[in-house]
């Protein structure tokens, strides 16, 4: 399983911006689908996933209120919709997967078996 971001870029404060994270040939609701970021010299931290089949979803606290995360129809491409961009949403947003459905230990980073090489993210005015 291979994934891949997309979507990173440069916004001011407020603004909003659409991560996609997808992988060739697979579906994705066979998977939870997580997803992460990290700032340089920070640990990575859980940002949302998304179950494998019954889609439950889950939220860092930071996260709840501003940032959606999606399935498409096709399950090909899980999505994470970033609203209301502050400066501290600055990083590299990485997506994983793992086999199973998720659980409150959704954020452990060893949980998950694939990962992407990530997507920036600049919030600045």
């Known amino acids: 399983l291979q994934l891949v971001e997309s979507g990173g870029g440069l916004r001011q404060p407020g603004e909003s911006l659409r991560l996609s994270c997808g992988a060739a040939?697979?579906?994705?609701?066979?998977?939870?689908i997580g997803w992460f970021r990290q700032v340089p010299g920070t640990e990575r931290e859980g940002v949302s996933c998304?179950?494998?089949?019954?889609?439950?979803?889950h939220y860092a606290d930071f996260a709840r209120g501003r940032f959606t995360i999606s399935r498409d129809q096709a399950n090909t491409t899980v999505s994470l919709q970033l609203t209301n961009l502050r400066p501290e949403d600055t990083g590299s947003y990485y997506c994983?997967?793992?086999?199973?459905?998720?659980?409150?230990?959704?954020?452990?980073?060893?949980?998950?078996?694939?990962w992407g090489q990530g997507t920036p993210v600049t919030v600045s005015s």
């Open positions: 040939g697979f579906i994705l609701s066979y998977f939870t």
């Open positions: 994983a997967a793992f086999q199973g459905p998720s659980d409150s230990h959704w954020t452990d980073l060893g949980g998950y078996s694939w």
């Open positions: 998304i179950s494998s089949t019954d889609g439950r979803t």
